[in-house]
């Protein structure tokens, strides 16, 4: 069974541009969870997806966005990049996000700001 | 949200066993106890999980307190690929994970 996949595995963007990452989960997962991790804040959540629906989003600015498809394939996209948006970007999936299911982790797409 | 608290490092030697410690006086009845590890250049990975009961997998076993306000991930023979970060969450019934800054395990050969 192929993990959960994320494209592209590094970025480079400039200041103000926008990025559109894509995470693709495991074969018949419905729940999608993106995570930013950064050496001073580490891991933090960003939203979670349920059948097409937003279902949890953490604490971040507007310029931060996400959908998921039909087949349960999620992007994100950041709009106006800053130079504090350089991070890895992980996306997780479970079957259901039920309590005793547990996630799985893509390795992540690195992104760099400048 | 339900918050962990653990120590920031611990030390083994190869092959001891590892006794990783987390407090969650705030746990809900319903939330479950999560394991997770980050291996150095890598996305967390998924050790065990738990509700009351004592949890053994091929991984590690967790051991969870009576009153459950805190559990013990026990790796039972420490490897040096067993160093990593090791994360203790709460999970309730979203993915919504809430990660704290965990412990930063060393093994030593």
């Known amino acids: 069974k192929a993990g959960v996949t994320q494209t592209p595995r590094y970025l480079i963007k400039t200041r103000g541009q926008q990025v559109t990452l894509s995470c693709s989960p495991i074969s018949g997962h419905r729940s999608v969870s993106w995570y930013q991790q950064t050496p001073g804040q580490g891991l933090q959540f960003l939203f979670e997806?349920?059948?097409?629906?937003?279902?949890n989003k953490g604490n971040f600015p507007g310029r931060f966005s996400g959908r998921q498809f039909s087949n349960s394939r999620s992007e994100m996209n950041v709009s106006t990049l800053e130079l504090g948006d350089s991070a890895l970007y992980l996306c997780a999936s479970s079957l259901t996000g039920a309590n005793f299911y547990e996630q799985y982790f893509g390795p992540g797409t690195r992104l760099t700001v400048t | 949200d339900a918050k962990t608290t653990q120590p920031n490092s611990m030390e083994s030697n190869e092959e001891e066993p590892v006794h990783l410690p987390c407090n969650h006086s705030t746990i809900s009845g319903t939330d479950y106890i999560h394991w997770y590890r980050q291996l150095p250049s890598q996305g967390p990975e998924y050790v065990i999980h738990?509700?009351?009961s004592n949890v053994n997998n091929r991984m590690a076993s967790l051991a969870i307190a009576e009153d459950r306000k805190s559990s013990t991930l026990i790796l039972h023979r420490a490897t040096l690929r067993d160093a990593a970060v090791y994360y203790c969450i709460l999970k309730d019934n979203t993915d919504k994970l809430i990660f704290g800054t965990g412990t930063r395990l060393q093994v030593f050969p």
């Open positions: 997806y349920f059948s097409e629906t937003q279902r």
């Open positions: 738990g509700l009351t």
